[in-house]
């Protein structure tokens, strides 16, 4: 009887083991397939042709624009990016639909039509390069350029990142905060953005991280002068996979450390000290 | 209560003719004063409009219509920072990213009024000196409620509003802050309007009863006149009262079927269709065995536990529900026949209240 009742009893386990296995299995492949040419692009090159590529003027030159121009497009879509994700978060008004499925777009439209759409806007004949190029800045082929086409790409990850982090404060803490005597600027100030730092923190690594690795609207933009990925396909383009394989993995160390150490910044202890500064 | 003008100059709140609307609901028109030191507790149920009506006041929601005044000052358009109403919530909304004594000095800071001596004062007087580096995270429910408390007091409110700050409390704390909310609200020197849904709550804090159905206000007075005489059949359940069913009302008598008649308390003066209510609490059962008569007897239906009292429905052609201590109906059984008690005086006759 009790031999019945544990067969019983196992049959009813088995289906929740096979379940379980299978969400590994399944989880464990996409684990896999995002290592793998990580490992093997690891492996096409030595340290010695690590070295060669840390020499290399031209790769250094472009992996320090790479970083100085996505922590900037970064800072810049955040600076943005917070307080449409307030507005978002907290503001009913007609045609927010509209706004939030513009705000997601630059990850829908494929980079290199990002890139020939922002040529139209930033070029020198463009709505805004036009005027622009009478005061002097000009984007096409500039830093300007490159970090317009990083803003463009990174700027949704800001957004919705921070929005779902200030949906998550109570409103009822920041009316608590009007009847104390706080402004709107002030219960900001005070009370949802620190309740919201880890989110504005990850808003602005994830969209780094984004910006770091754009190549498609960037090449069209600003071609010239050479971030890390662009330089990476032209190293391709006119040496072949293993002499631009050195810079690829420089490049990728670089952007990998950056990110690692923005993350666990982010979720350690800048986050809770800044989110306790008000 | 005093004239509205003159509630309202002399620090009380007067709310006049105050109408909003939300989405599909409607609240209003809203008309009611409350005298420095009073508590007015507003009663009703979900939905009925309690809620937007304190967050009006506060300021949170745009009004259509009316005027609020507090002080002798119209604060009808005034930003809610200006309005110096404290408020407490059902869910203490306390900033988690703050301890106590930096939550308590919040209002004075945003003043730039930084005060460490009125922040520990205030932390002394309600008993939390020793929780100030706390966070609320690591609180009781009892000790939010008492940090909320003395964060809205600290700034020295105009007008104190509450909104069911005992919902969220288990039982022997509710009743705890309930005592502590009573002594504080009576003590200080403003008008307070507290919300809930809670009639034994409503009763033990209220100074005024103001009764909200659908957004609209059935019934404002005194808590012992709104406890005594309920305005309608939608009052009186809501303040505990059961209908007398098949009785009906005839001019000053009241007909029970088997054809006896009473007089009930207040039968005089109703025009429109009214029916006679009681307190189950008023209601006295005897065992029927060894006992002649027959009026209100009739068998035990329902036997329902409520802590330390008991609900009994006794069937028969009069059904009664009867509210007793649990100790003193320990022994009768569901059939038990027994006999419905209504002393004198303690039936009313209350209009029926509109669908």
């Known amino acids: 009887m009790y031999g019945a009742q544990a067969r019983a009893v196992g049959m009813r386990y088995a289906p929740r083991q096979a379940f379980t296995v299978a969400m590994w299995l399944l989880g464990g492949l996409l684990v896999v397939f995002i290592i793998l040419p990580m490992v093997r692009l690891a492996m096409a090159t030595s340290v010695h042709g690590l070295a060669g590529a840390v020499r290399n003027p031209d790769v250094r030159a472009s992996i320090q624009l790479s970083l100085q121009d996505a922590l900037a497009a970064a800072a810049i879509a955040t600076f943005c990016g917070v307080p449409l994700a307030?507005?978002?978060?907290?503001?009913?008004?007609?045609?927010?639909g509209f706004v939030e499925g513009v705000v997601d777009l630059p990850l829908a439209v494929p980079h290199t039509v990002v890139g020939i759409a922002l040529l139209f806007v930033f070029g020198r004949k463009g709505w805004v390069g036009a005027p622009a190029g009478h005061l002097g800045i000009s984007f096409f082929g500039t830093?300007?350029?490159?970090?317009?086409?990083?803003?463009?790409?990174?700027?949704?990850?800001?957004?919705?990142?921070?929005?779902?982090?200030?949906?998550?404060?109570?409103?009822?803490?920041?009316?608590?905060?009007?009847?104390?005597?706080?402004?709107?600027?002030?219960?900001?100030?005070?009370?949802?953005?620190?309740?919201?730092?880890?989110?504005?923190?990850?808003?602005?690594?994830?969209?780094?991280?984004?910006?770091?690795?754009?190549?498609?609207?960037?090449?069209?933009?600003?071609?010239?002068?050479?971030?890390?990925?662009?330089?990476?396909?032209?190293?391709?383009?006119?040496?072949?996979?293993?002499?631009?394989?050195?810079?690829?993995?420089?490049?990728?160390?670089?952007?990998?450390?950056?990110?690692?150490?923005?993350?666990?910044?982010?979720?350690?202890?800048?986050?809770?000290?800044?989110?306790?500064?008000? | 209560m005093a004239l509205d003008a003159d509630v309202a100059?002399?620090?009380?709140?007067?709310?006049?003719?105050?109408?909003?609307?939300?989405?599909?609901?409607?609240?209003?028109?809203?008309?009611?004063?409350?005298?420095?030191?009073?508590?007015?507790?507003?009663?009703?149920?979900?939905?009925?409009?309690?809620?937007?009506?304190?967050?009006?006041?506060?300021?949170f929601r745009p009004l259509r219509g009316g005027r609020i005044v507090l002080g002798g000052r119209d604060i009808t358009g005034t930003p809610t920072e200006q309005r110096q109403v404290g408020l407490m919530f059902q869910d203490y909304a306390l900033f988690p990213h703050l301890t106590v004594h930096e939550n308590v000095g919040f209002g004075l800071r945003i003043r730039h009024q930084q005060?460490?001596?009125?922040?520990?004062?205030?932390?002394?007087?309600?008993?939390?000196?020793h929780l100030g580096g706390r966070r609320p995270a690591t609180l009781s429910g009892g000790e939010r409620q008492r940090v909320a408390l003395a964060r809205a007091l600290v700034v020295e409110p105009g007008l104190m509003l509450l909104d069911e700050p005992l919902s969220a409390l288990d039982a022997p704390t509710r009743e705890v802050v309930r005592d502590l909310l009573r002594s504080t609200l009576r003590a200080l020197p403003i008008p307070s309007i507290?919300?809930?849904?809670?009639?034994?709550?409503?009763?033990?804090?209220?100074?005024?009863?103001a009764v909200f159905r659908n957004g609209r206000l059935v019934q404002l007075g005194p808590v012992d006149e709104v406890v005594d005489r309920p305005a309608d059949t939608f009052v009186a359940r809501f303040m505990g009262m059961e209908l007398l069913v098949g009785a009906t009302v005839r001019g000053e008598r009241l007909l029970l079927p088997g054809g006896r008649e009473i007089a009930p308390l207040s039968a005089a003066g109703w025009s429109g269709p009214c029916c006679a209510c009681y307190r189950p609490e008023d209601v006295v059962l005897f065992p029927t065995k060894g006992l002649a008569g027959d009026l209100f007897d009739g068998p035990l239906e329902r036997i329902t536990p409520q802590g330390a009292l008991t609900r009994l429905t006794v069937g028969g052609p009069v059904p009664f529900t009867a509210l007793a201590f649990r100790r003193s109906v320990a022994g009768l059984a569901l059939?038990?026949?027994?006999?419905?008690?209504?002393?004198?005086?303690?039936?009313?006759?209350?209009?029926?209240?509109?669908?």
């Open chain 1, 86 to 96: 307030w507005v978002l978060a907290r503001k009913h008004f007609p045609g927010k």
């Open chain 1, 143 to 278: 830093q300007w350029g490159i970090i317009v086409g990083m803003m463009f790409v990174s700027a949704p990850f800001v957004v919705d990142t921070v929005r779902v982090a200030m949906e998550d404060v109570d409103p009822r803490l920041e009316q608590a905060a009007r009847t104390l005597g706080a402004s709107p600027w002030q219960t900001f100030r005070h009370v949802t953005l620190p309740l919201s730092t880890r989110g504005v923190l990850s808003g602005f690594v994830l969209a780094y991280a984004r910006a770091i690795s754009e190549f498609g609207a960037v090449v069209i933009l600003a071609y010239f002068p050479l971030t890390a990925p662009v330089e990476v396909y032209d190293l391709y383009l006119q040496e072949g996979l293993d002499q631009s394989a050195a810079a690829a993995v420089l490049l990728l160390i670089v952007t990998l450390a950056t990110f690692l150490v923005f993350r666990s910044l982010t979720a350690g202890g800048v986050g809770r000290w800044l989110s306790t500064r008000t």
């Open chain 2, 9 to 59: 100059a002399e620090g009380g709140l007067a709310a006049s003719e105050l109408t909003l609307t939300l989405g599909t609901f409607a609240l209003g028109p809203i008309s009611l004063a409350v005298a420095p030191g009073r508590t007015l507790v507003v009663l009703g149920p979900s939905g009925s409009g309690k809620t937007v009506f304190l967050e009006s006041l506060a300021g």
């Open chain 2, 115 to 129: 005060d460490a001596g009125r922040i520990d004062a205030m932390l002394r007087d309600l008993g939390l000196s």
């Open chain 2, 194 to 209: 507290y919300v809930t849904h809670d009639q034994d709550e409503a009763v033990a804090l209220a100074d005024d009863l």
């Open chain 2, 335 to 355: 059939g038990t026949p027994v006999r419905a008690l209504l002393p004198a005086g303690t039936i009313r006759v209350v209009a029926v209240a509109p669908d």
